[in-house]
């Protein structure tokens, strides 16, 4: 049972470039949820989808864009990468709340 | 907005000691409510969920408490062991089942 599953595990970008960070989970959820970790400051939500073909803007969504692709995939894209956005990024999904949420191992950014 | 506040922010112990982590939130009116455990650049690992109906959950040597009406929450870790070292985040969700998350509690437990 994989659970969330990030892709890719660590990324360097240029200024000005963009990417796609990749978020699947198996286990039939409908919500899902992008979090940035950066030291000091927690976790903070970036964007969140509660059910397929929704989305929403969480407390940091400026510099971000995501696809709730189905009711398995929630990706989320940097359009023109800032080294503001050097963070973890944490994707995780539940079945509203029911039973938790469970995250998966995340994806370090670093933009030069 | 929910805030949530966790206290102390870093603590060091030595094996063997009882602890209690603390976690304090501002909007009462949770769904739940629920522990996690960060091994240094790892992602987040699921240790205990509370749900607002709930007083109390125990998982082995770890039990987490729950006052609603306070805005507190207390994770307790009995006879703690040098593995116990990590970082505990307390992450709060209202009725629209988006987690809230404190900054954490760094714990060192050094033999």
């Known amino acids: 049972n994989a659970g969330v599953t990030q892709t890719p595990k660590f990324q360097v970008l240029k200024t000005g470039q963009s990417m796609t960070l990749q978020c699947a989970q198996d286990m039939n959820h409908n919500s899902m949820y992008w979090y940035r970790q950066d030291p000091g400051m927690g976790l903070r939500l970036i964007y969140y989808?509660?059910?397929?073909?929704?989305?929403d803007k969480g407390e940091v969504p400026n510099g971000y864009n995501v696809s709730r692709l189905n009711k398995r995939e929630f990706s989320l894209r940097l359009e023109s990468a800032a080294p503001s956005q050097t963070s973890v990024y944490f994707c995780a999904s539940s079945e509203d709340g029911s039973y938790g949420y469970t995250f998966g191992s995340g994806t370090r950014l670093t933009v030069v | 907005k929910q805030e949530v506040t966790q206290i102390p922010a870093a603590l060091s112990v030595p094996e063997g000691e009882n602890l209690v982590l603390n976690c304090s939130f501002t909007d009462s009116a949770i769904y739940n409510l629920q522990w996690f455990r960060q091994d240094p650049g790892k992602g987040l690992t699921s240790l205990l969920l509370?749900?607002?109906?709930?007083r109390e959950q125990t998982s082995g040597r770890l039990n987490a408490s729950l006052d609603k009406s306070s805005g507190r929450s207390t994770l307790y870790i009995a006879a703690s062991q040098p593995g116990d070292s990590a970082t505990y985040l307390c992450?709060?969700?209202?009725?629209?089942?988006?987690?809230?998350f404190g900054r954490g509690t760094s714990l060192i437990v050094h033999p």
């Open positions: 989808s509660a059910s397929e073909g929704t989305t």
């Open positions: 509370i749900q607002s109906s709930q």
């Open positions: 992450a709060v969700a209202g009725g629209s089942y988006i987690p809230t």
